[in-house]
């Protein structure tokens, strides 16, 4: 039988030993970017993209390349920006004045061109970050569901702003309208499915857009530009490609970026905000750090607790922002839990991305691996053990998960959002305990209680319904459905997404008024009539 150490050095593979059906069938170098209608060819420098998976070479190991992407420059951004601005034309270019019947089509048209590129964006999820193939489907295959359903509920909206209101002697009809030039920027953990929950809404609902790709995941999206570009009128969709301190910074000093979109980290979220000159006028919908925690009473059923947890805190290796990343474990059933979590990790599958049932993957970041272990190793130094077998284990871009216990105050891993397969577990005696650590959190995204007396369940939802904004009963934290709002409180959060919170978040409730009198019911109905206003109208999309 093969040991954990022989697992653990033989997980890279020589390139003829990688399946066929999951190699790249050739390195992508990426020469063009879309601005303006345009695909427009790139002749500067470039970024080589490096896979989290390594291959075996005479050389020792080497991380994969998978190709390049365009590093443009502040005149290239700029220019980008131009092509938006133009597109949008103050609210009277063709895109913000189309009618919703007319974008929904666009954005249908667009869906089933993504969907033909299904296999190649399936592929270069898994190479760029190390998803696995069956999760890299599923993020592909939730995203197409998320546009779809994103097109349902604005179908549902349209519906009930059709009609007119009459108060007080006055005529009214409202409407959502949009708010101008969007900048959109995805993160690496869901680089499609992220990017395009901020993306699609921002679209159809009548901005104009620049899109810069995650640095780890971007080039997935080339293979859609083109279909950007055949579904879209000139200038609405623009990419972006660059460095962030050399093309985002110009870009928001501008003051022309009516809306901020960023899944990411609050330090660079208030950095950018801070660089708009009018920043009553921005517009920010942001998802940025957290660390959830789960509390595990006295009164949990821990092989539950232990089953969510593992989930919870490893999917896609911990680097999701809705993980949990600390536990809060009741001292009398801390023993307990700990075994089991310990045994129960012990039992997950690693390897490479493409092998059946894997579940452990080696990770995008090439820092991370020296930052976990720097986290483990300080958590040791204050105390602390590593209480799994193997927990901290690495080989290259692969940490093996560790499970470190008892965390204390002192450690990075008791505030810093470790974004990776870490698990900090921390003993209470006292409910206020992790209720206080919540309180003074930086975070306020989630929580996930574990215990069976609904007594005790209300007597921690009530408090903390008010510190974060989704407690999760007896299971993990997470995103879904998608027709829940996902939000958070503190640094974790601006705004709120969900497929009806989008459309709300980036567009305005603009109003046509008028008195009621029989002259200007007569130029309504004539209006109404003739159809020969988008927003001043009757109609609607079944």
């Given at each position: 039988?093969?040991?954990?150490e022989?697992?653990?050095?033989?997980?890279f593979?020589?390139?003829?030993?990688?399946?066929?059906e999951?190699r790249?069938?050739?390195?992508?170098h990426?020469?063009?970017?879309?601005?303006g209608?345009?695909?427009?060819?790139?002749?500067?420098?470039?970024?080589?993209?490096?896979?989290?998976?390594?291959?075996?070479?005479?050389?020792?190991?080497?991380?994969?390349?998978?190709?390049?992407?365009?590093?443009?420059?502040?005149?290239?951004?700029?220019a980008?920006l131009?092509?938006?601005?133009?597109?949008?034309?103050?609210?009277?270019?063709?895109?913000?004045?189309?009618?919703?019947?007319?974008?929904?089509a666009?954005?249908?048209?667009f869906?089933?061109?993504?969907?033909?590129?299904k296999?190649?964006v399936?592929?270069?999820i898994?190479?760029?970050?190390?998803?696995?193939?069956?999760?890299?489907?599923?993020?592909?295959?939730?995203?197409?569901?998320?546009?779809?359903?994103?097109?349902?509920?604005?179908?549902d909206?349209?519906?009930?702003?059709?009609?007119?209101?009459?108060?007080?002697?006055?005529?009214?009809?409202?409407?959502?309208s949009?708010?101008g030039?969007?900048l959109?920027?995805g993160?690496f953990?869901?680089?499609?499915?992220?990017?395009?929950?901020?993306?699609?809404?921002?679209?159809?609902?009548?901005n104009?857009?620049?899109?810069?790709?995650?640095?780890?995941?971007t080039?997935?999206?080339?293979?859609l530009?083109?279909?950007?570009?055949e579904?879209?009128?000139k200038?609405?969709?623009?990419?972006?490609?660059?460095?962030?301190?050399?093309?985002?910074a110009?870009?928001?000093?501008?003051?022309?970026?009516?809306?901020?979109?960023?899944?990411?980290?609050?330090?660079?979220?208030?950095?950018?905000k801070?660089?708009?000159?009018?920043?009553n006028?921005?517009?920010?919908?942001?998802?940025?750090?957290?660390?959830n925690?789960?509390?595990i009473?006295?009164?949990?059923?821990?092989?539950?607790?232990?089953?969510e947890?593992?989930?919870?805190?490893?999917?896609?290796n911990?680097q999701?922002?809705?993980?949990?990343?600390?536990?809060?474990?009741?001292?009398?059933v801390?023993?307990?839990?700990l075994?089991?979590?310990?045994?129960?990790?012990?039992?997950l599958k690693?390897?490479?991305?493409w092998?059946?049932?894997?579940?452990?993957?080696?990770?995008?970041?090439?820092?991370k691996?020296g930052?976990?272990?720097?986290?483990?190793?300080?958590?040791?130094?204050?105390?602390?053990?590593?209480?799994?077998?193997?927990?901290?284990?690495?080989n290259?871009?692969?940490?093996?998960?560790?499970?470190?216990?008892?965390?204390?105050?002192?450690?990075?891993?008791y505030?810093?959002e470790?974004?990776g397969?870490?698990i900090?577990?921390i003993?209470?005696?006292?409910i206020?305990?992790?209720?206080?650590?919540?309180?003074?959190?930086?975070?306020?995204?989630?929580?996930?209680?574990?215990s069976?007396?609904?007594?005790?369940?209300?007597?921690?939802?009530?408090?903390?319904v008010n510190?974060?904004?989704?407690?999760?009963i007896n299971?993990?934290?997470?995103?879904?459905?998608?027709?829940?709002?996902?939000?958070?409180r503190?640094?974790?959060?601006?705004?709120?997404?969900s497929?009806?919170?989008?459309?709300?978040?980036?567009?305005?409730?603009?109003?046509v008024?008028?008195?009621q009198?029989?002259?200007?019911?007569?130029l309504?109905n004539?209006?109404?009539s003739?159809?020969s206003?988008?927003?001043?109208?009757?109609?609607?999309?079944?």
């Open positions: 039988m093969t040991t954990f022989e697992q653990l050095d033989h997980l593979l020589t390139e003829d030993a990688i399946p066929a999951f790249l069938p050739a390195e992508i990426q020469r063009e970017y879309l601005s209608g345009e695909m427009k060819t790139w002749t500067g420098d470039v970024h080589t993209v490096l896979s989290p998976i390594c291959i075996k070479t005479a050389n020792g190991l080497e991380r994969k390349v998978i190709g390049s992407y365009p590093l443009c420059g502040e005149e290239e951004a700029m980008s131009n092509d938006a601005i133009l597109a949008y034309r103050d609210g009277r270019g063709e895109w913000p004045t189309m009618s919703v019947a007319e974008r929904i666009c954005v249908e048209k869906t089933g061109k993504m969907i033909a590129q296999q190649e399936v592929s270069l898994m190479w760029e970050i190390g998803k696995s193939y069956a999760d890299s489907v599923k993020e592909f295959d939730r995203t197409v569901e998320y546009i779809h359903a994103t097109i349902d509920a604005l179908k909206l349209d519906r009930k702003s059709s009609g007119f209101a009459i108060e007080q002697g006055i005529i009214g009809q409202i409407r959502r949009p708010l030039v969007v959109c920027m993160p953990n869901y680089p499609l499915n992220e990017t395009f929950t901020t993306l699609i809404p921002a679209l159809i609902m009548g104009t857009l620049l899109f810069k790709p995650p640095k780890h995941g080039l997935l999206h080339y293979p530009l083109e279909a950007f570009r579904c879209f009128p200038g609405v969709v623009n990419t972006i490609y660059g460095r962030g301190n050399v093309i985002i110009p870009l928001m000093e501008s003051g022309k970026i009516n809306v901020l979109t960023l899944i990411g980290s609050s330090k660079v979220a208030n950095q950018l801070k660089m708009h000159p009018k920043v006028r921005l517009r920010a919908i942001l998802g940025l750090d957290a660390k925690a789960a509390i009473t006295d009164k949990a059923d821990i092989d539950l607790a232990v089953k947890c593992v989930l919870g805190s490893l999917s896609f911990g999701r922002c809705t993980a949990i990343k600390i536990i809060f474990v009741h001292s009398s801390a023993d307990a839990f075994e089991k979590m310990s045994a129960a990790v012990g039992k690693f390897g490479m991305p092998e059946k049932d894997v579940f452990l993957t080696p990770l995008p970041e090439p820092q691996p930052y976990l272990q720097s986290c483990v190793a300080d958590a040791v130094a204050h105390g602390a053990k590593v209480i799994n077998t193997h927990g901290g284990a690495a290259a871009s692969f940490v093996y998960p560790a499970i470190v216990y008892p965390v204390n105050e002192k450690m990075k891993l505030r810093e470790q974004f397969p870490v900090p577990v003993p209470f005696d006292n206020e305990t992790p209720i206080n650590y919540l309180i003074e959190a930086d975070h306020g995204q989630q929580v996930a209680l574990f069976n007396d609904a007594e005790e369940l209300a007597s921690l939802i009530d408090p903390l510190q974060v904004s989704r407690v999760n299971c993990q934290c997470q995103r879904g459905p998608d027709i829940f709002p996902f939000t958070g503190k640094d974790s959060a601006e705004a709120t997404l497929v009806f919170d989008a459309l709300r978040a980036f567009s305005i409730r603009s109003l008024a008028t008195k009198t029989e002259e200007n019911k007569a309504i004539k209006i109404v003739d159809q206003s988008n927003f001043l109208s009757t109609k609607y999309i079944f």
